[in-house]
DNA sequence: ATAAAATTTTAGATTAATCTAAAAATATTA
DNA sequence: TAATATTTTTAGATTAATCTAAAATTTTAT
């Protein structure tokens, strides 16, 4: 079954929404994750449903039936690898990937994938922490916490962010906030809810905005 | 300038039909390389005029402007990037490259395919043997000659093809007609005008159609 | 429970790319 | 050079994806 580039960016705004959410996922919802029209969106879901994609009854939002998934994880997994790609084979900074992958991700062509998948030895996280679907979809999701629900003295490593806007990625790279980096919270500020953390042996401060947004695996 | 991908396809063809024939390309000609219709070619001959990438009057045909000229390589050399990157580090066969470098071309990124391009250690020419334009749209032409060309006795080196067609290569492959390989002109039938070949040590027939579409450089 | 607010859908247009059929222009040839 | 054939353009539709404005439905709040 052919799919546009219009139709799979539909399915996997759709995936990410009722992932958050656990249920149906609604008509405006759908549209300000695109930055298009509600209108907009009740026509193309009329499409998908006739496409047996998503369950959709009106007014009462879509879920993704199990081929709609199916496709969606394809798209987020050959949006990751490609993402993969970039940063190591090509050196692109992880600020500077998501929109060429945004593109990349809806070349159509199964051996072109699972090809790329074998030439970067099939990596299981994309370069901002997130799992990257096998070729049957298959992933775990690690188990990660944000920085902000430590206490004084723990531990962890960088794992995963969960804002991925490429300023906060670019903040988080000129401050050593890296993946795999290590940090230990040294102090909480009462007034401001503000972290101290330990960097690569150095004092750091960071706003409750970024610990909120930064995750970490216990050591 | 934002060029949509159909734009992008017709200026690939307008170039490649302009090079040919070194003159004014005419509407069928287009219509005929993109599998569409004059009346179409019409109305994007239009549009293109209207971007200024193309010369264009009324019943005469159409050249490219020195942008339309530039976009087109542009084009052209992300196509071969591509297929190189496939044929290297994929290990596509170099009959598998065409379809998916069709979608890959119009990726845009300049960063991205000038990255690509020093990955792949600023190669000369594609898995076909055609030469990679560079950042500015520079590359040289070899001189080449089909292999009907050679007389009895005269050895070469593949370096090229006439016809691009899967078919083709195929039977190339299979018969370890391929680039870099060297041929020496043992005998031509007089008959039916087919090669006898040296290759590899082994003796090999080819039809005069296969000496036609083979193209050799001179040792 | 009903009115007000918010959400979603429908109706009717618009744009890009395409098509068929007919008209206009150019090229061929007798 | 006039008739015929070929090529190209125009006119008018079609399809996918989008839009605005209005109508329908659902949710919220009094």
Redesign the interface.
Known sequence: MLTSFTEENYLKAIYHLSKDLNMAVNTNAIADSLNTKAASVTDMLKKLAEKDLINYKKYQGVTLTEKGKSSALNIIRKHRLWEVF?VE????NWD?VH??AE??EH???D??IN??DE?LEFPKIDPHGDPIPDKNGRFHVPDLKPVCKLGIGEKGIISGIRDHSSIFLKYLAEHKLTLGQQIEVLNIIEFDGSFILNIDKQKQTVSRDVAKNLLIAYE
């Open positions: 970039l084979k090509l050196k692109f500077e929109d060429v593109e990349l070349i159509h062509s051996l072109l090809r790329l030439f």
